[in-house]
């Protein structure tokens, strides 16, 4: 069984850009999740889809957006990038509410 | 604020010994519990989870959660230099659509040969 799926692994983006992260959950997974990571703030949440709909979101400004598609697969986007989105943004996918969340690789977004 | 906190570390242990890794949390509203753990440069990967007050073992792993303390934790037998590593402890609300993680910063434990 294929695991969670994220491309791009690596993004390298100027200041000022925007950015869209893909996650393809584990087959059968209807909730996925998203996290940034950085050494100083650990993994923050930023938002959770469940069947297409937002159902809960971090605080994070409005620049950060997701949407999920009715095959689950979910995207991110970034807007007006600053240095300080510079992260690891992992997707989480889960079966459901209150179930295990498996993680993909990740995907190491560079603002220069 | 829903916190989760876990003592930084480093933890060092040597090879063959116990680890004992600890984690607390804010929200009494709680309900499921998660150790992960984190390689440099990887992605975590879930060890265990604990819903129940008391132990779950799994192999040369325990988790340990008591409610009332709001306090869980994460014992490693046998402790091999493959397993350190940064363990993330994370806490789900489970509550209305409060489906997502809180984790800690993380304990980096270090096991010597």
């Known amino acids: 069984k294929a695991g969670v799926t994220q491309t791009p692994r690596y993004l390298i983006k100027t200041r000022g850009q925007q950015v869209t992260l893909s996650c393809s959950p584990i087959?059968?997974?209807?909730?996925v999740s998203w996290y940034q990571q950085t050494p100083g703030q650990g993994l923050q949440f930023l938002f959770e889809?469940?069947?297409?709909?937002?159902?809960n979101k971090g605080n994070f400004p409005g620049r950060f957006s997701g949407r999920q598609f009715s095959n689950s697969r979910s995207e991110m986007n970034v807007s007006t990038l600053e240095l300080g989105d510079s992260a690891l943004y992992l997707c989480?996918?889960?079966?459901?509410?209150?179930?295990?969340?498996?993680f993909g690789q990740g995907t190491r977004l560079t603002v220069v | 604020q829903k916190e989760v906190e876990q003592n930084s570390g480093p933890l060092s242990v040597p090879e063959g010994a116990i680890a004992s890794l600890n984690c607390t949390y804010s929200?009494?509203?709680?309900?499921?519990f998660f150790w992960y753990r984190q390689y440099s440069g990887k992605s975590p990967e879930l060890i265990m989870f604990?819903?129940?007050?008391g132990d779950k073992e799994d192999g040369r792993f325990t988790a340990q959660l008591n409610k009332a303390s709001q306090y869980v934790s994460l014992l490693i037998r046998d402790s091999q230099p493959s397993d350190s590593a940064t363990y993330l402890c994370?806490?789900?609300?489970?509550?209305?659509?409060?489906?997502?993680?809180?984790f800690g910063k993380g304990t980096k434990l270090s096991v010597k040969p």
């Open positions: 989480a996918s889960s079966y459901g509410r209150n179930t295990e969340a498996f």
């Open positions: 087959s059968g997974h209807r909730s």
């Open positions: 889809y469940f069947s297409e709909t937002q159902r």
């Open positions: 929200d009494r509203g709680s309900q499921s």
């Open positions: 604990i819903y129940s007050n």
């Open positions: 994370a806490a789900q609300s489970g509550r209305g659509s409060q489906g997502n993680l809180i």
